[in-house]
């Protein structure tokens, strides 16, 4: 292949990636050319290119899938090669074809390449043969139920099913026991089809503590290959990696050395060229098995260019334009450590369901050598059900694990975004955890140490809820001397006097909301010489406390104990970062009744934004407590919707098909007399 040079790219994607490719494409003097649909035309990836194409509506089906429009805005602008991103053509040989026929580089593997990985079963049968080791399952085309069922059985439970078209944690079951079987089966499949058009499963072993450790490997069109090292992503939620880092905490240089050569191997298997991921499982004896090959750049590459100080984007567009790897592996270093966080528009406390909403606010923290961020939003972006709802990756590093995790659990605590609930809190209280300190990791880290993580028992809380009531109480007596001194100025605006019972002189009695529980509050204030005292008494404990407010930073003694916090607050919800932990509450207006009732009932509710994908029982139908009624899509997510109760479906508002807007009711149901 000769080379060439590129004026004009175009970059068939959006968001963070689009951004993050526009970047260093303008440093190396190329000039770029981004496509939009109806719901981003004032997007940031829009304003930062030089030109761009309006490529349909909003729905990615309608606009980014469709590869005639993206070949077309090519040819329009007369860019030279188009660079996919990942997600959305990334990994479409049909595209990749397309480009070729058109004259167009796709900045990506070749077609044949794609096509090899694009199936989990034949990566497999190709890996196979290349002799890197597999997960055991079954991988055949027969896909039978009868067949699927028969190797899980042979196999044992846990099983997972995973769609051969799968990624990103859609259309994969586990499957626990023989009698779960089928109900997985149908639920796998039916993701499968909604998200890639093919049901076809494997079924593989299921590991029950493993790592998730990935290989960078990167090849050229002249017969070289280098891997640029691991990646640990095993802490995960819905099999979706949270928080990635460089290198595996743990590796040896020989395990190293042995992944990379068998990265290498499945990538020449395919007569790979460009950016590739090799994703293996890693067993606690240190065994590893290869569970697939993404054709593309990853998510969480930019750990891999912060340890190695090398721009991955840069590689990918010298290596399709026909140069040599910038590299040899002898060339490549490993230095320090790195993290990559990523932020999302998700409720933690709701199983991580997406949320949608208006980035009201949005202050990332300041960037340096050692912290990075990479977004595609600016303050006042939609964050709309059409997309990924990642707001941004902060990745950051330093010289060894635990100075990056300081940098890292510091940069979330400055991390502002109001208008919608993140999983800012979460990652802080994730990071700062004791087994992630002690890099403690595998695939179900969340899981096992949810309490830790979530801080959900009142225990935990013993420190926080003290800090929330005394932050309250001096934000009011700072907004009432603010009111004074200003007379007519608007208060804070949880701060609603009817929510002030002032139960008798000095005595305050409110209601902390705190992961959807209330708990109530009392605080007497009494002075002092030495200034203000509070008595706080909640859970039947009291606190003696002290406490001042700067800004927004809180200095607090409670029983003699000295701590500080930091406090972001928006539209009445407040989130309180100390040293170790972060906690979001709001105060319960006193005339909304009991968040319990509402959990209850709120099951036959829609939880977000979304689509009705299936009705799973009749009108008139009598169902027990748990029974799943529906299922709902979000975000190319399913989401079931079981009875709360036993009892009776009466009707169900909204058909197969229909739009439904967060909150709506779905079912009408009488539950049975207890
Ligand atoms: P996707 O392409 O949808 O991301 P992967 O095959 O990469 O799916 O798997 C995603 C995650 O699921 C892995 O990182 C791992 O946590 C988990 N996983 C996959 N296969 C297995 C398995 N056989 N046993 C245990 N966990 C697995």
């Known amino acids: 292949m000769s080379e060439q040079h590129f004026e004009k790219i175009l970059i068939a994607n959006r968001g963070e990636i689009a951004c993050r490719v526009i970047r260093t494409a303008r440093n190396m003097g190329i000039r770029t050319v981004a496509v939009y649909s109806d719901a981003d035309k004032d997007a940031l990836h829009v304003s930062m290119a030089d030109e761009a194409v309006h490529i349909g509506a909003a729905p990615s089906r309608e606009s980014y899938l469709v590869y005639e429009r993206v070949i077309d805005a090519a040819l329009k602008t007369g860019a030279q090669a188009i660079h996919p991103g990942y997600g959305f053509l990334s990994e479409n040989a049909g595209f990749c074809e397309a480009c070729r026929d058109n004259n167009i580089v796709f900045i990506g593997p070749p077609v044949a390449a794609i096509e090899a990985m694009g199936s989990k079963s034949a990566a497999k049968q190709i890996m196979e043969a290349a002799g890197v080791p597999l997960v055991p399952g079954y991988h055949g085309d027969d896909q039978d139920r009868d067949i699927l069922k028969a190797a899980a059985d042979d196999m044992g439970y846990p099983v997972l099913l995973k769609a051969v078209a799968g990624g990103g944690g859609k259309g994969m079951r586990q499957v626990w026991s023989a009698g779960e079987f089928d109900e997985a089966l149908n639920a796998a499949r039916r993701e499968a089809m909604n998200g890639f058009g093919n049901d076809d499963m494997l079924v593989e072993k299921y590991l029950t503590q493993p790592r998730h450790v990935e ?94 100080g090398q721009d991955l984007v840069e590689w990918q567009l010298r290596v399709a334009a026909g140069e040599v790897l910038p590299a040899t592996q002898d060339q490549l270093t490993l230095t320090g450590h790195a993290f990559e966080a990523r932020i999302y528009a998700e409720d933690p406390d709701n199983d991580f369901l997406p949320v949608t909403g208006t980035l009201s606010f949005l202050q990332p923290p300041e960037t340096s050598e050692h912290v990075r961020v990479d977004t595609g939003v600016l303050q006042g972006d939609e964050v709309s059900v059409y997309y990924d709802p990642m707001i941004a990756k902060l990745i950051v590093w330093d010289e060894n694990r635990d100075k990056a995790l300081q940098r890292l659990t510091r940069a979330l605590r400055e991390y502002r975004i109001s208008g919608m609930t993140t999983n800012l809190e979460f990652l802080y209280n994730l990071a700062n955890s004791a087994p992630f300190r002690a890099a403690d990791l595998d695939t179900g880290f969340i899981e096992k140490h949810h309490s830790q993580i979530f801080h959900d028992t009142e225990a935990e809380l013993e420190r926080e809820l003290p800090l929330a009531a005394l932050y309250l109480v001096l934000e009011q007596a700072r907004a009432a001397q603010r009111e004074r001194a200003a007379s007519g100025d608007a208060s804070s605006p949880w701060f609603d006097a009817s929510a002030w019972r002032l139960n008798e002189p000095n005595v305050q009695s409110f209601e902390l909301a705190i992961h959807d529980r209330h708990y109530p509050v009392s605080v007497e204030q009494s002075g002092s010489a030495d200034g203000t005292r509070y008595r706080i008494s909640f859970g039947g404990k009291t606190i003696q406390a002290q406490g001042n407010l700067d800004g927004s930073e809180l200095s607090a003694n409670l029983d003699g104990y000295l701590l500080r916090a930091s406090v972001a607050e928006h539209e009445g919800s407040f989130s309180l970062y100390t040293q170790d932990s972060a906690l979001s509450f709001s105060l319960v207006a006193p005339d909304l009744g009991d968040a319990d009732d509402a959990g209850a009932g709120g099951g036959l509710t829609a939880p977000m934004n979304g689509t009705m994908v299936t009705l799973l029982v009749e009108p008139g139908d009598e169902v027990k407590a748990d029974d799943a009624l529906l299922v709902m899509e979000a975000m190319k997510m399913e989401h079931t919707i079981r009875a709360p109760k036993d009892g009776k479906v009466l009707a169900f508002f909204y058909q197969p098909g229909d739009l439904v807007d967060g909150g709506a009711e779905l079912v009408e149901f009488e539950a049975s007399e207890a």
């Open 215 to 308: 290989i960078q490997v990167f090849c050229d069109s002249h017969g070289n290959g280098v891997y640029l090292f691991e990646r640990d992503c095993s802490v995960q939620r819905r099999h979706q990696k949270v928080i990635e880092e460089a290198p595996a905490p743990g590796m040896t240089d020989d395990l190293r050395a042995a992944m990379g050569e068998a990265a290498l191997r499945a990538a020449r298997a395919i007569d790979y060229q460009g950016a590739g991921t090799v994703e293996f499982l890693l067993d606690s004896d240190d065994a590893f098995y290869f569970m697939e090959m993404n054709t593309r750049l990853q998510v969480e590459h930019p750990v891999t260019e912060m340890i190695t």
